[in-house]
């Protein structure tokens, strides 16, 4: 049985923690996978302690898949609670064939559909300046970054403004790449339904960051 | 073919779920306008990904907060290795051959009085 003290760092740490597990901020992602893969192996075993750190590990993306779906910080919160609860009681049921954050992000995504239809709520909170997003990509070509960076953040603004529905879909499929039968699976919609709406989604979101394109006609070629 | 056909096709082209058939394609190497199209899903798909790399740091009572929630939670069942889910296996499969026998065995059973089975 793992210990506390024996497990390797996580996915989604604090820049502090990723400094100082790792010396710098570019980390072996499979390193983490690895560690995550022995904590839940360890944690089906009945370790409880293996299980509070899955949780330390990957809170921060839990959380973060809540607020883009919800764009609520109270929701995103509430959701996130829900999501460990439930995953600690089937933690049995999970067969490892796919890996744990998919599986956790599954869990999110069911939890976030069932939090906003019971609750019919379309409150949203815009980022706030003050909302610290940790930056986990590794530097190499700054004038690339900075222009990534600038249409990334453009893309984040977008994604907020979309209709809850349409934005559930492109976060879990585009964002979060899960499947189309599992994005439809878990916001309780037909196949055809979440093809319908991502299609929309890309449109809206393309139309919006380049809208040059918006006013020429079709044409034949 | 016209930008309008393959307009729709190009998001999906572009997330590689889909590709073009031989005269979408042949369109799309002679208009600027889709071939820009295109690039730009490209170039929105690229920046989805990334985005799943940025974390937004909950509040600090947070992890507390769903740790606690847990510890009144009692221990799950725990995860059936999958030896144990063969052993079941066959026991039911022995099971169901149990059951075909005694049919079989009922059906086989001279005809009573009445011309009923007994």
Request: hydrophobic share 40%; charged share 25%.
């Amino acid at each position: 049985v793992a210990s506390r003290r024996g497990y390797a760092a996580g996915v989604h740490g604090t820049p502090q923690r990723i400094e100082s597990h790792h010396g710098g901020p570019c980390r072996s992602a499979a390193t983490g996978e690895e560690s995550i893969r022995l904590l839940v192996l360890a944690a089906r075993e009945g370790d409880r302690p293996a299980f509070d750190r899955l949780v330390e590990l990957t809170h921060r993306d839990t959380y973060t898949l809540a607020l883009r779906l919800t764009g609520n910080r109270e929701d995103a919160a509430d959701i996130t609670q829900e999501v460990y609860l439930r995953a600690y009681r089937n933690l049995g049921s999970f067969r490892g064939d796919a890996r744990f954050t998919t599986w956790l992000y599954r869990i999110t995504a069911n939890c976030a559909s069932t939090h906003m239809r019971r609750w019919r709520r379309h409150r949203h909170d815009p980022l706030a300046d003050d909302d610290l997003v940790i930056d986990l990509r590794c530097d190499g070509d700054p004038e690339g970054n900075a222009a990534a960076a600038d249409l990334r953040s453009r893309l984040a603004i977008a994604i907020e403004e979309l209709p809850p529905k349409l934005r559930a879909v492109v976060v879990l499929r585009d964002v979060y790449e899960l499947s189309h039968e599992a994005v439809a699976e878990e916001l309780g919609i037909s196949s055809n339904a979440a093809r319908v709406r991502l299609h929309r989604a890309r449109s809206r979101l393309r139309a919006q960051l380049f809208p040059d394109l918006a006013e020429v006609s079709s044409r034949e070629v | 073919v016209r930008c309008d056909r393959v307009r729709d096709r190009l998001s999906a082209t572009a997330a590689g779920e889909a590709t073009l058939d031989p005269e979408e394609l042949l369109h799309v190497q002679r208009c600027l306008r889709c071939q820009a199209e295109l690039a730009q899903h490209r170039r929105v798909q690229t920046s989805m990904r990334s985005i799943r790399r940025s974390a937004v740091e909950p509040g600090s009572g947070m992890l507390g907060s769903v740790l606690a929630g847990l510890e009144r939670e009692p221990s799950p069942p725990r995860g059936r290795p999958a030896i144990a889910g063969l052993v079941g296996l066959a026991a039911a499969a022995v099971a169901g051959a149990l059951g075909v026998a005694v049919i079989a065995s009922r059906a086989r059973r001279p005809l009573g009085a009445h011309g009923q089975l007994g």
